[in-house]
């Protein structure tokens, strides 16, 4: 099931115009990004990295082996849960340098939020509260260090960040790597640490049944992912980054906004009460994240967010239908929360009261594993996403 990706279908996202030059249609995989052939390596990885669980025992350790192929690794600690995370950033620094060229305004403030979002937003999925992120920042050489004002505008980004989540700046690794990073340019990663407390705050869907409703959290635009796209679209646009959009921005600043933090919501929910019995990250691979669980369920979604601009944008100029563009981006929603139903309207109010929208947005039904986006006509099948081993 397919619909046009119209105006009409993207909720109440403001209309733009075309600007391109060309009117060929570009996909996420004509960008460089391949799920298909990055997602088999990322199986394999996971039953490889399975095998080396027993060394746990040897310090009266266990993994909860359904985190595998889960957004965090759990090891039971006995009283409470480990979580653990790695992630890095991608190429949204190279839309920071180009803008940065440009204007004069480094943004890397809000890349150094992306980077902790990436990895803070994977490792609340599993109902912990992060407690130490540590920094990986790889640059193409020594004198990217040099350039202080975007050096600094990275450090205050990360510690602001820090504080927003309320974590611990550990520490981290500062290479130059000449030859492996690219001249002029730097690959930034975050790990992060938390534990889950008390253990019956783990989500990892065993609690997920037919009849839960599904709470979907505002993006604040593209987030970290589609952005080889991006990057792809701005090279055919006659003023690239500089492009105005409808509500004003420049498309280079709109897609610098930095990805939303989403452990104050959590957090809230925990202290609320509010029993969250799965969560996804909604990142690469879209919409089809909602498939992430194991188990065979339909995801009905009945209610769409409105559509950041900058994604409206993007999914005219690269001539996205609305499967494609909801299988590649976050279209306006960036977490997803899976509740019982008595608890979805309060667990939107406090997503509100948080400074995150959300809408209580469709429900989990019995019968084949598929998601299916009503208001669109879009259904993503079991095998579009296959990320577990």
Request: glycine fraction near 8%; hydrophobic fraction near 45%; charged fraction near 15%.
């Amino acid at each position: 099931m397919t619909a046009p990706l119209a105006t009409s279908s993207l909720s109440s996202a403001p209309s733009t115009t075309s600007v391109s030059t060309s009117t060929a249609p570009i996909t996420y995989e004509q960008a460089g990004v391949d799920y298909d052939q990055v997602d088999p390596v990322k199986r394999l990885a996971q039953r490889s990295a399975a095998a080396t669980a027993l060394h746990l025992a040897a310090h009266d350790l266990a993994e909860v082996p359904a985190s595998r192929g889960e957004s965090a690794y759990v090891v039971d600690l006995g009283d409470r849960y480990l979580a653990s995370i790695v992630e890095c950033l991608g190429t949204k620094v190279l839309v920071a340098d180009a803008v940065y060229a440009a204007t004069g305004r480094s943004h890397y403030a809000a890349i150094a939020q992306d980077t902790i979002a990436m990895a803070v937003n994977d490792l609340i999925t599993v109902g912990a509260t992060p407690h130490v992120v540590q920094a990986y920042w790889a640059a193409g050489g020594s004198d990217w260090f040099a350039d202080t004002r975007r050096a600094t505008d990275l450090i205050e980004g990360w510690r602001v960040a820090c504080d927003r989540c309320r974590v611990s700046w550990g520490g981290g690794e500062t290479p130059a790597l000449a030859g492996v990073v690219a001249p002029g340019t730097i690959d930034l990663a975050a790990g992060c640490v938390g534990t889950v407390y008390p253990k019956t705050r783990l989500s990892l869907g065993e609690r997920l049944a037919a009849g839960d409703a599904i709470v979907l959290l505002a993006s604040s635009g593209i987030h970290a992912n589609g952005v080889s796209l991006a990057r792809k679209i701005a090279e055919r646009l006659p003023a690239g980054y500089g492009t105005v959009l409808e509500d004003g921005r420049t498309y280079g600043e709109a897609i610098l906004s930095p990805t939303a933090l989403y452990s104050p919501v959590t957090e809230a929910l925990a202290r609320a009460g509010v029993d969250v019995h799965y969560a996804i990250n909604i990142t690469g691979h879209g919409w089809r994240k909602l498939l992430r669980h194991p188990s065979a369920f339909t995801y009905v979604i009945d209610t769409v967010p409105p559509v950041p601009t900058e994604l409206a944008f993007l999914a005219r100029e690269a001539g996205l239908d609305a499967t494609e563009a909801y299988g590649t981006f976050n279209m306006g929603a960036g977490f997803a929360l899976f509740v019982s139903p008595a608890d979805a309207a309060r667990a939107a109010e406090i997503a509100a009261s948080a400074g995150v929208a959300a809408w209580v947005a469709g429900s989990v039904e019995a019968g084949p594993k598929r998601a299916v986006i009503r208001p669109l006509g879009v259904c993503f099948e079991a095998e579009s996403l296959q990320l577990r081993a």
